[in-house]
């Protein structure tokens, strides 16, 4: 079976601070792993993934993620946050092991706070 | 916007109705993807359909059904609706139907049993 975690439920950092996100996952086969952001009332929407090659994989907003086999981790990064960073972040993985379900588990996600 | 759309964005209804919900996938996707977000069970696939046909089912009650039409809308039916059936409900699409698709979702449809 697939999963996600997502081992904080809140991240609080200060504008302009280095922003981590950290998600660890749990497949049979090869991982496909992807980022979501959720602001309040309104759809997930996809930031970046990870298929195959470099480990480090830049995606919208200045967002990016290291992929880490060892760790079966997955942890989003931002440089420098913004006060318009704050949102759900959803890290979700495919087991590309499974040859008929493609379907996404998703983490329980994690709230960023990002205060100005 | 994704390109996902989703009808209606709220709908309010009582205990043992019926309801169908309505998404349309982005142009040229052939895969579409339903999920259910509530507080207690976090982000839940339902099922997916590419190109018309059922691919995948997941934590869907006997009491959900759903299809994609020939033009790929697909509809979502929910009957016997329960007060634990409140929830948001997600369509996403995606182009074909592999496991490193990126799935795109629409804004969703915020269901309330009452």
């Known amino acids: 079976a697939q999963s996600v975690a997502q081992p904080e439920d809140q991240v609080n950092v200060a504008e302009g601070n280095p922003l981590t996100v950290k998600c660890t996952y749990s497949v049979s086969g090869n991982p496909y792993l992807f980022w979501y952001v959720q602001y309040p009332n309104r759809g997930l929407q996809f930031l970046l993934k990870?298929?195959?090659?470099?480990?480090l994989v830049k995606g919208s907003y200045g967002f990016e993620a290291e992929f880490n086999k060892s760790q079966t981790s997955f942890h989003l990064k931002k440089p420098s946050a913004l006060v318009s960073d704050s949102a759900l972040y959803f890290c979700a993985v495919r087991d590309g092991g499974r040859s008929n379900d493609y379907k996404l588990s998703f983490g329980a996600g994690t709230t960023v706070t990002v205060r100005a | 916007d994704s390109g996902v759309t989703q009808t209606p964005k709220h709908l309010i209804t009582a205990t043992g109705q019926r309801v169908t919900l309505r998404c349309s996938p982005r142009s040229g996707d052939l895969s579409v993807y339903w999920y259910q977000q509530s507080l207690d069970q976090g982000l839940q696939f339902l099922i997916q359909?590419?190109?018309?046909?059922?691919?995948a089912k997941g934590n869907i009650l006997e009491r959900f059904s759903a299809q994609q039409f020939p033009d790929l809308h697909s509809e979502l039916n929910l009957s016997s609706l329960e007060l634990g059936d409140s929830a948001l409900y997600f369509c996403?699409?995606?182009?074909?139907?592999?496991?490193?698709?990126?799935?795109?979702f629409g804004p969703g449809t915020r269901l309330t049993v009452l």
């Open positions: 359909y590419y190109n018309g046909e059922e691919r």
């Open positions: 990870y298929i195959t090659g470099d480990n």
């Open positions: 996403a699409s995606s182009v074909e139907w592999g496991p490193t698709d990126t799935q795109y």
